[in-house]
């Protein structure tokens, strides 16, 4: 098996890691220390236990699903004084036969085997053939904590002794499917959950569960669950676009209902772009979700609280508020008697996931929402949306069969505010032209109500709205060398998604327009293939370009023109997707600065692999740039301190690919191209 690489980058990263896992110690509250002062409050229940964070990638490698999600919702909640407010309880491993009622006997003893010793030498194979997933040696306990907590707060709720809860746990758990773990998740543990409810403790009186995901992607594992079960109304408001958002299939679309005694107890809300915030959510809930619980009367809701829409999370590109999950919490409330529990799935941006998850506690503390307001309106997309689904679910649900008055969907964001995300050409084209000439003004007519909301998010909202306007104004050549070479490939960075091989999806950029113009030339830079792994691809090496010229060097590059306000997105997809973008890694000074010394380090992203930006001259008057590992990192190649690697069969077949549909090379030249790169020496 390949061994990853320790850098000098991934050693701070281990020693910032250690300082937090010091700060959790110091932190911790222990079970039966809450509740000081809430004889005549709402008992709520909290779980978090710190064994759920040895969970972690091989070697430490970053990512985003990674232990720092829980320990800041947690230190969070403390610094707020919510756990002496509630009742505290111990993360207890789910027993296996309650696992097996959502999932396979093979697929349970893997998870419950994959962190033993016997498995050390095969354990990032079996790793590399999954969809988005890692395994170390503490996966199991994890991942057995994780669902052994929901499973433990659900049942004290439906028993009354708590009226609601909270688990702060991970792995997450919506895309685990029967014989499959994916998605960053391992075991459905909302899925399990409910399960146990309903067939493990009928005496409970369970007998109608709603579950609501409001996680940015489709819980398409807790869907498969219960498709054909009539017990549970199963809800889940996600970003689709058609099919190409992750999971990236037609699972999440509006037309999957449930079947035979399911049919109608399974609801999707596709959204069609992102960016959608508190106005959107909220419509779907006053239109969609809250009539139908109406008829539906369930005896207790579970939550699968992904916080992955929030403002600024990298992989979900939408912009709910803590105010707007708040207000959505409250609504649910209405419900059940309020007996609902809450379970962590997804959520990238730490800061966005602490100050939601406290938004959300405040609510089952107080009964009622945060300080804050939005005037904001809903996309026309979105209205459209739920039009569409009220249409397709008005047979199971009279409640939805009156039409919206035109008054009521006449409320929306201006169109020319909606980025197109159409295959068609002609119509990317004008959408181009449109959001170039009136970007300013939409700008304007978004941030006018950002303005009024009392949330600690707006400044960051305002100052990303204003930078993203002025780099939108300025186009630059992207030179692609890699997969990127693929048009396909590279619109997974500008309109998400993933196509064939790739192990995870891009979250891509909030400018989803296509490239202007596409170029192919070939430049006096060595490309060679290094690294041992990668979380997109899986094992193998990927492909670099070296930074120095060199007149005996020749490399087939394809320039895709795009603003530099996606190459920003860009940039920041390819290196570090956690990092916060209210300010550009990249702007009009260090564009200006590039074009006197030749290259730009990015210091935001330096951990990433393709942190150092390079001017390789300019076409049509237009800066031509691409992205790749610093001159000092080639040392280190050449020496073996990081190791020089062919890419595997998937990685290859893009760069064949692009080369030979961009009418570069034929496939046999291409090939050749591609096997000289990787095994000529650096």
Not at 33 to 52: F, H, K, P, S
Not at 638 to 653: M, N, Q, T, V
């Amino acid at each position: 098996m390949p061994k990853f690489l320790i850098s000098n980058a991934k050693s701070r990263l281990l020693g910032r890691n250690r300082e937090r896992e010091r700060e959790r110690e110091t932190m911790e509250v222990k079970p039966g220390e809450g509740m000081n002062d809430a004889t005549n409050q709402r008992r709520v229940g909290l779980i978090y236990d710190q064994r759920m964070c040895k969970h972690r990638t091989p070697d430490d490698d970053y990512h985003p699903e990674n232990p720092n999600r829980i320990t800041v919702i947690w230190n969070k909640l403390k610094l707020a004084g919510i756990p002496q407010r509630c009742v505290l309880l111990n993360a207890k491993e789910a027993e296996d036969k309650y696992i097996c009622s959502v999932h396979s006997k093979n697929h349970v003893n893997l998870i419950r085997n994959i962190s033993s010793k016997q498995y050390d030498s095969k354990r990032n194979r079996i790793a590399s053939k999954l969809n988005s997933i890692y395994f170390n040696e503490g996966s199991s306990e994890s991942a057995y904590l994780a669902a052994g907590s929901v499973i433990e707060i659900a049942e004290k709720v439906a028993k009354g002794e708590l009226d609601s809860a909270f688990a702060i746990v991970r792995p997450p758990g919506h895309h685990a499917e029967y014989d499959e773990a994916m998605g960053f998740c391992l075991f459905n543990n909302v899925a399990i959950a409910a399960s146990f409810l309903l067939d493990e403790r009928p005496g409970l009186g369970i007998k109608k569960i709603l579950i609501v995901d409001w996680d940015v992607h489709h819980g398409n594992g807790t869907q498969k669950a219960f498709w054909k079960d009539p017990r549970v109304l199963f809800f889940s408001v996600h970003r689709h676009e058609f099919g190409s958002f992750y999971p990236a299939n037609d699972d999440g679309f509006y037309t999957m209902v449930g079947e035979g005694p399911g049919a109608g107890y399974n609801i999707n809300v596709p959204w069609e772009n992102s960016r959608c915030g508190d106005a959107d959510y909220l419509a779907v809930w006053d239109h969609i979700l809250v009539p139908i619980a109406k008829e539906f009367n369930p005896d207790i809701i579970i939550l699968s609280a992904g916080f992955d829409a929030a403002v600024g999370d990298p992989l979900g590109g939408c912009r709910v508020t803590p105010y707007g999950y708040s207000v959505m919490l409250k609504k649910l409330l209405d419900f059940a008697q309020g007996r609902i529990v809450l379970a962590l799935e997804g959520g990238y941006n730490l800061d966005s996931i602490a100050n939601s998850a406290l938004a959300c506690m405040e609510v089952l503390l107080e009964d009622k929402p945060i300080s804050g307001f939005s005037d904001a309106y809903p996309f026309e997309s979105t209205w459209q949306v739920i039009q569409a689904v009220r249409r397709k679910l008005s047979a199971f649900w009279p409640t939805l069969a009156d039409e919206l008055p035109t008054k009521l969907t006449n409320q929306k964001v201006p169109p020319h505010f909606i980025l197109s995300s159409t295959e068609s050409d002609d119509e990317e084209d004008e959408a181009s032209k449109i959001v170039s000439e009136d970007l300013v003004e939409a700008v304007e007519d978004v941030v006018g109500p950002l303005l009024k909301l009392k949330i600690e998010d707006n400044h960051d909202q305002v100052t990303s709205a204003l930078w993203r306007s002025e780099l939108s104004k300025t186009d630059i050549w992207y030179a692609t060398f890699g997969s990127n070479m693929w048009k396909s490939r590279f619109l997974c960075y500008i309109e998400g998604g993933q196509v064939k091989g790739m192990k995870k999806p891009c979250s891509g950029s909030m400018d989803r327009n296509p490239p202007k113009e596409i170029l192919w030339k070939t430049c006096p830079h060595r490309l060679f293939f290094g690294r041992d792994f990668t979380q997109t691809w899986g094992p193998g090496g990927v492909a670099f370009l070296h930074p120095q010229s060199n007149s005996q060097d020749k490399a087939y590059m394809c320039f895709y023109r795009i603003t530099l306000e996606q190459f920003n997105d860009v940039l920041l997809q390819e290196n570090v997707p956690d990092h916060d973008m209210n300010s550009p890694l990249f702007d009009l000074n260090a564009l200006n600065s590039i074009l006197n010394e030749g290259s730009f380090s990015v210091e935001a992203v330096k951990r990433g692999w393709y942190h150092n930006v390079v001017y390789l001259g300019k076409e049509n008057d237009i800066p031509i740039l691409t992205m790749t590992c610093p001159l000092s990192m080639i040392e280190s190649f050449k020496s073996g301190e990081i190791p020089l690697r062919r890419p595997c069969k998937e990685y290859a077949d893009t760069l064949l690919r692009g080369l030979v549909e961009g009418k570069k090379l034929a496939e046999e030249e291409a090939m050749t191209y591609i096997q000289e790169a990787t095994t000529k020496r650096l």
